[in-house]
């Protein structure tokens, strides 16, 4: 994939700025709330009290701290609307200039994989993606678990690559982003680690449904796990149904060239490595010998389903709960000892 990166490294003058906001009235709402906001507090806190004649000499040191107050709330939203605005201004002129498209904002997506699926409030901050010539996208997704003072917001970057067939659910955990236990805010039984050849366990650990095996060694040849290791050592993949996922913790800052050359770079490397070893699977608990239409080849591809066995990892217990059950259950019983409850 040639991609032309100038939108992001260039200088951008006021006028493209300024015609760019004229065309884009939406990006300005947001702007126009705020100021709404400033004005009222202007008002509350400065003019109604001179019109009430309140102000002493005790009230003009508060006024003067609500003015300070005033300005910093207003230089402080013109910065941020500048800054949003160029950002939007370059990241939609570098779509256009490569066939892409970019959206801000939206609600939470449909995707099947891991990631989405959790939490409240979810969202797609940001979203580079093709819809020609090999589906992709790429971008940052949030979502919220817990409430009131244990509430939390979780930020994920994601790059998705659309595949020709339903595959059985495959999981990549990468190591090297690891603490304590994977990364991921979902964990799947140990007993559908699969161990593959050469140094690729000291990078990955490959989860796939049990019975299954040797599909995934069908999908995972030496030279896509060499690819894995060297484009992609630090992401998290899944293959679900017939999508691949990328994951990395933490937004993307898609105004990065160098981050959006290695993701293209994943694209090409790692995505068309495995739709090429895709394009012909089909789950063999499902397809029999006995169909009639079609050529032995092309009946063999017909039904584009994975069987129930194969479909979703089951699920695991994190390795962080383990410890800290462990923790509690030893706190627990030292207590009972120390206090002579067993005597």
């Known amino acids: 994939m040639k991609v032309d990166y100038s939108a992001l490294t260039r200088a951008v003058s006021r ?35 001179m019109a009430v004649g309140e102000v002493g000499p005790g009230s003009l040191s508060m006024l003067t701290f609500a003015i300070i107050v005033v300005i910093g709330i207003a230089g402080f939203t013109w910065l941020s609307t500048a800054i949003a605005l160029r950002k939007s201004f370059r990241m939609h ?58 509430k939390r917001t979780h930020d994920w970057g994601y790059l998705a690559i659309k595949l020709p067939r339903r595959l059985p659910h495959m999981l990549l955990d990468a190591k ?24 690729f366990d000291d990078h990955f650990t490959l989860y796939c449904p049990r019975e299954y095996e040797r599909d995934a060694l069908y999908v995972f040849t030496p030279d896509l796990m060499a690819l894995l290791i060297d484009e992609s050592g630090e992401f998290d993949l899944e293959i679900v149904d017939d999508w691949l996922f990328v994951y990395t913790s933490g937004p993307l800052e898609l105004t990065n060239p160098t981050l959006l050359s290695r993701l293209f770079r994943i694209v090409d490397t790692v995505g068309a490595k495995t739709l090429s070893r895709t394009v012909r ?59 002579g409850f067993f005597l």
Do not use: C, M, W
């Not at 493209?16 to 709330?33: F, M, P, S």
């Not at 099947?112 to 901050?125: D, E, H, S, V």
């Not at 236990?181 to 979902?186: A, E, H, K, T, Y």
């Open 176 to 199: 090297a982003n690891n603490f304590f236990g994977s990364n991921l805010p979902v964990s799947f039984g140990r007993n559908q680690r699969l161990s593959l050849e050469g140094d």
């Open 15 to 49: 006028d493209e700025l300024r015609a760019y906001a004229k065309r884009n009235r939406t990006h300005l709402g947001g702007v126009g709330a705020i100021a709404i906001v400033v004005v009222a507090a202007v008002i509350g806190v400065i003019l109604i009290p």
């Open 281 to 339: 699977y089909a789950d063999e608990r499902v397809v029999g010998d006995s169909l009639e239409s079609g050529t032995p080849g092309e009946a063999r591809l017909a039904p584009n389903v994975i069987a129930h066995g194969g479909r979703r990892l089951k699920r695991g217990v994190p390795v962080v709960g383990l410890i800290i059950f462990a923790a509690v259950a030893l706190y627990l019983v030292s207590r009972f000892v120390s206090s």
């Open 93 to 150: 002129a570098f779509a256009e200039a490569n066939g892409l498209h970019y959206t801000g904002r939206e609600a939470g997506t449909d995707y099947p994989g891991a990631i989405f699926g959790i939490g409240n409030a979810r969202t797609i901050t940001e979203r580079l993606y093709r819809d020609h010539d090999g589906y992709f996208d790429l971008g940052s997704y949030r979502y919220t678990t817990g409430s009131g003072k244990n």
